[in-house]
């Protein structure tokens, strides 16, 4: 069984809408949990990683992890054509080695 | 530019030829990584380096062969390849032991005809 798992989408949204992002992981051992950003013809950048449960919030970016249905989200308010892109779940599997979902491509229509 | 530089952004191949991939940070980073990103698929770990040392082949194909002559610089040599190698290859930097600190490069796009 794969470590997390994300469904590729796509996904459409309007300007201003509610982007919801969501991942499933296998190990309830895991306490970090990343979301990367990959905008087209760029490699990933790390959008933001929390530890263990509950939410992080960093500006219009939500994180939250429910730790008892192991899934992860990510919210995206206000949604902006900017935020087009594709998002990946990642949980660290030891000090330097990722799992990533396959991701999933969010295009935001002005 | 992102602090890792990948060269060429673009590469098209037939399955006879050779052709290496180039990866610079300056960063001063000690660890560099190898990951191959297929349409649709998560991102595959091919290789890691620590400190010049090879320390993870995640059961990659010998028709890939890495080269780390240093802690700024990765080389990925293709040789014989097929055409599911066909994707996108990513470098990535990071400090050995922190796994949120990974910068990657913008990739090489691999085509094999």
């Known amino acids: 069984q794969k470590e997390v798992e994300q469904d590729p989408g796509p996904l459409s949204v309007p300007e201003g809408a509610i982007v919801s992002l969501n991942c499933t992981y296998s190990n309830s051992a895991f306490q970090y949990f990343m979301w990367y950003r990959q905008y087209s013809r760029k490699g990933p950048e790390l959008l933001m990683y929390?530890?263990?449960?509950g939410n992080k919030e960093d500006g219009r970016f939500t994180a939250q992890v429910d730790k008892s249905s192991k899934y992860i989200s990510l919210f995206i308010r206000d949604s902006q054509p900017s935020d087009s892109a594709t998002y990946l779940c990642a949980i660290p599997l030891n000090d330097y080695k990722l799992s990533f979902g396959a991701g999933t491509t969010v295009t935001v229509r002005a | 530019e992102t602090g890792v530089t990948q060269t060429p952004r673009h590469l098209v191949m037939g399955m006879t030829n050779k052709k290496s991939l180039k990866c610079e940070q300056h960063l001063g980073h000690n660890a560099m990584y190898w990951y191959k990103q297929s349409a649709k698929k998560p991102l595959e770990l091919m290789f890691v380096y620590n400190f010049k040392e090879q320390t993870e082949n995640n059961s990659v194909p010998s028709r890939f062969s890495p080269e780390c002559p240093n802690s700024s610089h990765l080389f990925l040599h293709l040789h014989t390849l097929q055409p599911e190698d066909s994707a996108l290859y990513l470098c990535a930097s990071s400090h050995t032991g922190e796994f949120y600190g990974y910068t990657f490069g913008s990739g090489t796009r691999l085509t094999v005809v």
């Open positions: 929390t530890y263990s449960s």
